[in-house]
């Protein structure tokens, strides 16, 4: 699996625009970028996941730079309750890691009053 | 109604005891993760099974034995308890096919604690 990096923290005001940038310069052809968050004490939760097209749903949008070596994840509006470990994950399509998550450290998004 | 539920949610008990803990999703996925985050929070996969067959089986102790009945229920028994299996343990689950819909789906955590 391609190995990403992503800042270990970033604070945001209430109500501006969370970017959460990740690099992932290994990235092969047949991986996705996945997004998950933990919030504090409970499981996992997904938030978005793309090929190579930017991607937006209604938790948040996804923008994958042309060469895939890196993406942003971006929440338009914080809300206090987005304080949260953000995970960057990549994943292959084939062999025996189909479908493994490896966490990696994340990226602990702070929203502040 | 709980998309993945595991029991118990807490579990204290001695070394060297015999426990289990169980994972039931009402989703219809295919697939189905045990995943341990140990004290510094580090989360990491210990196996998955598609189909009620094993897929994934990481570095993971003998200790450790998941059993999956059916595609909807994945357990994992863990024999001869030690201190450093204190962790919390996450259930998740998922379609295992195509990848572009491998969102895995995940449990509130079982905290368990070796004494």
């Known amino acids: 699996d391609a190995k990403t990096t992503q800042p270990p923290s970033m604070d945001c005001a209430e109500g501006r625009a969370a970017n959460l940038p990740c690099n992932h310069s290994?990235?092969?052809?047949?991986?996705?970028v996945y997004w998950y968050r933990q919030i504090h004490s409970q499981g996992p939760q997904y938030i978005i996941h793309?090929?190579?097209n930017n991607e937006t749903n209604e938790m948040a949008s996804l923008i994958i730079t042309e060469d895939r070596k890196s993406s942003t994840l971006i929440l338009p509006h914080a809300t206090l309750r987005d304080t949260a470990v953000y995970y960057c994950?990549?994943?292959?399509?084939?062999?025996?890691?189909?479908?493994?998550?490896?966490f990696g450290q994340g990226t602990i998004l702070t929203v502040h009053p | 109604d709980t998309a993945v539920s595991q029991t118990p949610k807490y579990l204290v008990t001695q070394m060297g005891n015999d426990k289990s803990i169980k994972c039931e999703q009402n989703?219809?996925?295919?697939?189905m993760y045990w995943y341990k985050q140990d004290s510094k929070k580090f989360l990491k996969i210990m196996f998955s099974?598609?189909?009620?067959?094993?897929?994934i089986n990481e570095t993971v102790p003998n200790r450790f034995s998941p059993k999956s009945p059916d595609k909807a229920h994945l357990n994992l028994h863990i024999n001869s308890l030690e201190l450093g299996d204190s962790a919390v343990y996450f259930c998740?689950?998922?379609?295992?096919?195509?990848?572009?819909?491998?969102?895995?789906?995940f449990g509130a955590g079982t905290r368990l604690s070796v004494l």
């Open positions: 989703l219809g996925h295919d697939t």
């Open positions: 998740a689950s998922s379609y295992g096919q195509p990848l572009a819909k491998n969102i895995q789906y």
């Open positions: 793309g090929l190579k």
């Open positions: 099974y598609n189909n009620k067959e094993l897929i």
């Open positions: 290994t990235i092969s052809g047949n991986e996705y």
């Open positions: 994950i990549v994943i292959t399509a084939g062999g025996t890691s189909y479908g493994k998550l490896t």
